[in-house]
């Protein structure tokens, strides 16, 4: 019984640092678009964004980092974040951006965000492996 609780209790550590990493690297991301520095302008304008959009997304993207963050709403969190995310990869996709460094991106922190999830959810670990 202890091994199954160590194992859990490392599974639950190495699930919050693959989420951290996550929620850091969005969270600077959303800040930047609040802040709207020239290089932030400057992308999401060559992504085909108008400049009054930057702020709004920005924002978007902070209140759903807030909601993967909070462990009872974690799920509904990531679920956001997918559909965010998805729409990213369908921007660097539509304008031709370089796959691996650019469109497949937002698929790393996707990685991240549901790895984090299932190694420190329990319930989302039963949902999946009982289906």
């Known amino acids: 019984m202890e091994t199954t609780n160590t194992s859990s209790k ?11 990493l996550a929620i850091l690297l969005l969270l600077a991301d959303g800040i930047g678009k609040l802040i709207k520095p ?6 999401t304008l060559e992504l085909g964004y108008p400049e009054n959009t930057i702020i709004t ?3 978007l993207v902070i209140i759903c980092v807030i ?3 909070i462990p ?14 998805g729409g990213a990869i369908a ?3 539509r ?13 790393y922190v996707l990685l991240f965000i549901w790895l984090g999830l ?3 959810s329990a319930s989302l670990r039963k949902l999946l492996l009982n289906s």
């Open 95 to 107: 304008i031709n951006n370089p796959l691996f460094s650019h469109t497949l991106f937002p698929v």
């Open 57 to 59: 997304i920005g924002i």
């Open 72 to 85: 009872k709403f974690s799920f509904l969190g990531a679920i956001l974040l997918t559909g965010f995310l």
């Open 67 to 69: 909601i993967y963050a």
């Open 38 to 43: 020239e290089p932030v302008v400057k992308a």
């Open 10 to 20: 490392k599974m639950k550590i190495t699930g919050w640092v693959f989420s951290s």
């Open 118 to 120: 299932y190694l420190r």
């Open 91 to 93: 921007t660097h996709f």
